[in-house]
Structures are given as structure tokens and as C-alpha cells.
């Protein structure tokens, strides 16, 4: 099992910044890919972004440009830097870990930005 706790969600005003954290812990030997999801209301959850293991960025339309994925092995933890961020970013944001068996998911940070 794998278990991911992301922080750092909240309120922000259009145009600014926030930094996402996800931190992996237990069974997390063999993980081939972190990503970030976002759900917003009445919407399908859509990739965000996902870096695989050679480190290697690859982000949805929506966000290229803005958004920066990246990780610290050494502290086992994903970041996702969001910047000039708009409203229609408003979502809760998951973050996912991608093994040969399946994936794992975080519980969710809410990111809502006001116009």
C-alpha cells in the first residue's frame, strides 16, 4: 500500500500563486509515476500533470506554461507549483502514485481561486 497526503490547497485570488505538496509514504519502492488529478464540481477528474521516473514532465493542455510538476526523492514528496492561476482552476486536487499494480490516491486539497 501506498499512502499519499497532499497539503497546501486553499484560497487565492486570480493571478496568483499556490504550491501543492504530496508526500508518499509506506510501500513506495517501485512506483513509476506521481501525478496530479483535479475533480471540479460536476466535472470528470482530468490530469493536471505526471512526471515519471526519469523525471520527465508532462502536463494537460489546460495548465501548460503555468504549472510545474516536480519531485524530492529525498523526501519522498511531489510538488505542483501553480501560477497565474484563474478561476475555472478552482478543483480539488489529488495527487496519484502509478505502480505495476494499480494506482494510489490521495484524499484531496481544495483549490479555489476567486475572481
Known amino acids: 500500500q501506498v499512502q499519499l497526503v497532499e497539503s497546501g490547497g486553499g484560497l487565492v485570488q486570480a493571478g496568483g500563486s499556490l504550491r501543492l505538496s504530496c508526500a508518499a509514504s509506506g510501500s513506495i519502492s517501485n512506483i513509476n509515476a506521481m501525478a496530479w488529478y483535479r475533480q471540479a464540481p460536476g466535472k470528470q477528474r482530468e490530469l493536471v500533470a505526471v512526471?515519471?521516473?526519469?523525471?520527465?514532465?508532462n502536463y494537460g493542455d489546460s495548465v501548460k506554461g503555468r504549472f510545474t510538476i516536480s519531485r524530492d526523492n529525498a523526501k519522498n514528496t511531489v510538488y505542483l507549483q501553480m501560477s497565474g492561476l484563474k478561476p475555472e482552476d478552482t478543483a480539488v486536487y489529488y495527487c496519484a502514485a502509478m505502480k505495476s499494480v494499480g494506482w494510489y490516491w490521495g484524499q484531496g486539497t481544495q483549490v479555489t481561486v476567486s475572481s
Open positions: 512526471i515519471i521516473n526519469s523525471g520527465t514532465p
